[in-house]
């Protein structure tokens, strides 16, 4: 989070140190109203600071982690351009549940 912060402060806004999606989400929506010309790049700035994440399942039936099907320890790394689009699909999802553009 302390990259995405600084760029922030470069930008005169203040993010908290602790990751907080709200947060995050209230700045980039400020940004864009701000500069909706410059946004994309900022945006796309975020998801490369975001980095690759770690992710990792624990089966209640066993005491390692795992790939069920594959006996492999589950480190699954996932690079930001393919976290992006999940990000907007859950977006998308969310703004037809509520029923807003």
């Given at each position: 989070?302390?990259?995405?912060?600084?760029?922030?402060?470069?930008?005169?806004?203040?993010?908290?140190?602790?990751?907080?999606?709200?947060?995050?989400?209230?700045?980039?929506?400020?940004?864009?109203q701000?500069?909706?010309?410059?946004?994309?790049?900022?945006?796309?700035?975020?998801?490369?600071?975001l980095?690759?994440?770690?992710?990792?399942?624990?089966?209640?039936?066993?005491?390692?982690?795992?790939?069920?099907?594959?006996?492999?320890?589950?480190?699954?790394?996932?690079?930001?351009n393919?976290?992006?689009?999940?990000?907007?699909?859950?977006?998308?999802?969310?703004?037809?549940?509520?029923?807003?553009?």
């Amino acid at each position: 989070m302390e990259p995405i912060v600084d760029l922030a402060k470069q930008l005169g806004e203040t993010l908290p140190r602790e990751p907080s999606a709200p947060a995050l989400n209230a700045f980039l929506d400020k940004r864009r109203q701000a500069d909706p010309t410059r946004f994309a790049d900022l945006s796309l700035s975020v998801i490369k600071l975001l980095g690759r994440v770690n992710t990792c399942s624990i089966y209640p039936d066993r005491d390692r982690r795992t790939f069920r099907s594959r006996g492999q320890r589950l480190h699954a790394f996932h690079a930001p351009n393919r976290r992006f689009p999940d990000l907007l699909t859950q977006r998308l999802l969310k703004s037809t549940l509520i029923g807003q553009a």
